[in-house]
Structure formats: structure tokens, C-alpha cells
């Protein structure tokens, strides 16, 4: 019978028969996948585990102290963190195409974990020889994998190291769903802030922001998004709601009046959607009290920001995100 302390325990004895005594790296980001899948390696092997955590800096409000401090509260881990923000920052620096933004931070990503991985590989020796991933059920199926563990080829030829490290992979989330993830990770004690998270894409902010990505403009919406999350959490939205990009479109300006000035700010993009898998999606008909408030809120307390839209458009033809 199912029960996520089934799971659990029948996870944490598979992983400890597949790594043995060998050791173990977890890559975080901050969403509920990767967060299972440590915790649940955490719960197998201890301190055979390190996970690592790239903060790019374009993180929601939050979400890096959640990783640094809740989680590592939550399950004891050994958890390094990457500050790379600066060196995101800069390679995205004068870009405003979106596809070329996600090439750079992909690319970005791959090459500070990639360090890290060899900066653990060169202190902590060879053995270490496992790669935890967050895949779930649904990935598994959509990649046509079939059983077994994929023996994937780290190319990481910094120096240093043999040029064919092989990192064996290690999956104990591949026959959930991700309702099931959630439980399992309630039952290993993860807050609910981390298992009850909203899919957030993986270059993050930097997609919401309709434009060139300063720090600046960062700040500015991840104020805004926060006010967001905070009203619909308080009015119970959180569930009906799928979730609800909240976008800058840094390149528009348009006249406002607040008191008695002339404003020329931005707009901010609101956009819920509901949906079932991501693929489809609908506009969430808001209670408009609750619009409202997230408005007002946002004009009020966000600076150089005088105008707050809503996305009414379904996907398809709209995606979720704008970009
Ligand atoms: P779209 O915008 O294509 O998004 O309708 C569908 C779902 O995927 C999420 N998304 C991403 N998730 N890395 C991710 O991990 C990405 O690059 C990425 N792009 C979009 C999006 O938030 C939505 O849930």
C-alpha cells in the first residue's frame, strides 16, 4: 500500500544499496523536486551527501535564505553555496532576447556547478561518483527512459581530473508524481514553503523581466512578486491558482499621477493561470477585491512602478511565461 513512509523507507534502503559507501552530489534549486530528492538522499547516507546551491541572483524574494536556512534546518545537510549572482549579472548584461537570456543562464549554471563539482571532487577525492537528480514519474515517461540508472558524462575537463568522470545517476523520485513528491516531502519534515512551492522557472526572474536584466530592475520585481505571493497566500488562492508570473516590462514606460506629481513608471504584469500539467493553461478569474489589493499594494510600496496589468490570455496562444 502507498503511504510517503513507504516510500521513504523503501527510497532511503534503494539508496543506500546503489551508493554504498561512495559519496554523493545534490545540485538545489530552490524548487520542490531537488529539495525531495536531497532530503530523501540526506535521509539514506548523511554526510556521504554534498549538496550545492548556485544562487544566480535572479531568485524570488526569500527563496536563496529558504535553501540556506530552512532547508539545511530541515535535514541537517552539508550544503554548499555558490554566489554567482556578479557573474550571471554579467554575462547578461545589454541582453534582452529571450531565448539568447536562457542560453546564458543555462550555460552560466552548467559551468559554476561544474566548478563546484570539482572543487568537492578535488577535496573530497574520486569516489565521489554520484549525481542526485529531482526527476519525476512524468519526466520519465515524456524522455521515453526506460528502467535502470543512466550513466550520464560530466564534461568537465577544467583540469585536473580524468576526462571521463562518470557520474552515476541517482533518482529516487522517478516513480512519483508530483502530489506524491510533496508528501514524501512533508514526511521527511520539509516546510511547507519549500513542498508547497509554485513551479518557478529555472532562469527564474530573468525571464519576467521584459527587457535588459540590471540588478536594479531585479530588486524592483522581486518586490512586486513578492506583494503578489503575499495577497494571494492571505486570500487562499494559493491551491486554485496553478501559479502567477509576475512580470516587469522594463522597456515600457507610461504616465501616471501620484499625489500631485506626473509619474512616468513602469507596468507590472500580473498573470494566474490555472492549469492541470502546464502544457494548457486558463486565465484564473480573480476575485477583484483581491486584484485590487495586489494593485494598490504594488503601485503604493513598489518604486518606479505606476500601473499594474492583467493577463486575461489562455495558453494556448499565450504561454505562461512572457518570455
Ligand atoms: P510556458 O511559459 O512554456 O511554461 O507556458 C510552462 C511551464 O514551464 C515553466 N518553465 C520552465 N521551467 N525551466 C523550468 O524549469 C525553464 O526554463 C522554464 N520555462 C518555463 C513555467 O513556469 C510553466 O510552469
Sequence with gaps: NWTPGNIVEEQVAAIRAQVGDKRAICALSGGVDSAVAGALVQKAIGSQLTCVYVDHGLMRKGETEQVEKDFVAATGVQLRVV??????????????????????????????????QLEILQEEGPEVAFLVQGTLYPDVVESGGGEGTANIKSH??????????????????????????????????????????????????????VGEITKERLDLLREADAIARQELTAAGLD???????????????????????????????????????????????????????????????????????????SKPPGTIEWE
Design 239 to 313: 491551491t486554485e491558482i496553478w501559479q502567477c508570473p509576475v512580470v516587469l516590462l522594463a522597456d515600457v514606460r507610461s504616465v501616471g499621477v501620484q499625489g500631485d506629481h506626473r509619474t512616468y513608471g513602469h507596468p507590472i504584469v500580473l498573470r494566474p493561470v490555472s492549469s492541470e500539467d502546464a502544457m494548457t493553461a486558463d486565465w484564473t478569474r480573480m476575485p477583484y477585491d483581491v486584484l485590487a489589493r495586489i494593485s494598490t499594494r504594488i503601485t503604493n510600496e513598489v518604486a518606479d512602478v505606476n500601473r499594474v496589468v492583467l493577463d486575461v490570455t
Design 83 to 116: 554566489d554567482a549572482s556578479e557573474r550571471f549579472l554579467g554575462a547578461l548584461a545589454g541582453v534582452s532576447d529571450p531565448e539568447e537570456k536562457r542560453k546564458i543562464i543555462g550555460r552560466e549554471f552548467i559551468r559554476v556547478f561544474e566548478q563546484a
Design 156 to 209: 568537465h575537463n577544467v583540469g585536473g581530473l580524468p576526462d571521463d568522470i562518470e557520474f552515476e545517476l541517482v533518482e529516487p523520485l522517478r516513480q512519483l508524481f508530483k502530489d506524491e513528491v510533496r508528501l514524501v516531502g512533508s514526511e521527511l519534515g520539509l516546510p511547507d514553503e519549500i513542498v508547497q512551492r509554485q513551479p518557478f522557472p529555472g532562469p527564474g526572474l530573468g525571464i519576467r523581466i
